[in-house]
């Protein structure tokens, strides 16, 4: 079992900037993922990150404005979103899972409690 807890979210204008931080509650050696959820819509893929680094994807939608990292020693997944749009708003949720990156919700083990995104016009 690993706990997941998110932080760094709030409110930015379009345009803007913010990092999120997800802290694991012990090393792990996972996958970890991010996704989002705005209100009335699925929860869907927003990018992932090998243990090692090694590999990362990222959805159509924020390629080339968001970037995922890692830092192992401190056992923490960022999620450093740039460009911000009103339609990344959403609660944004990080995962872990064993293996290879992935893209589907069902793939993911282990769920923070999310961290909420406002973006204004």
């Known amino acids: 079992q690993v706990q997941l807890v998110e932080s760094g979210g709030g409110l930015v204008q379009a345009g803007g900037s913010l990092r999120l931080s997800c802290a694991a509650s012990?090393?792990?050696?996972?996958?970890m993922g991010w996704f989002r959820q705005a209100p009335g819509k699925e929860r869907e893929f927003v990018g992932a990150?090998?243990?090692?680094?090694?590999?990362?994807i990222y959805a159509d939608s924020v390629k080339g404005r968001f970037t995922i990292s890692r830092d192992n020693a401190k056992n923490t997944v960022y999620l450093q979103m740039n460009s911000l749009e009103p339609e990344d708003t959403a609660l944004y949720y990080c995962?872990?899972?064993?293996?290879?990156?992935?893209?589907?919700?069902?793939?993911?083990?282990?769920w923070g409690q999310g961290s909420q995104v406002t973006v204004s016009s």
């Open positions: 995962a872990a899972r064993h293996g290879v990156v992935a893209r589907n919700v069902g793939d993911f083990d282990y």
């Open positions: 990150i090998t243990w090692s680094a090694s590999s990362t």
């Open positions: 012990r090393r792990t050696f996972y996958t």
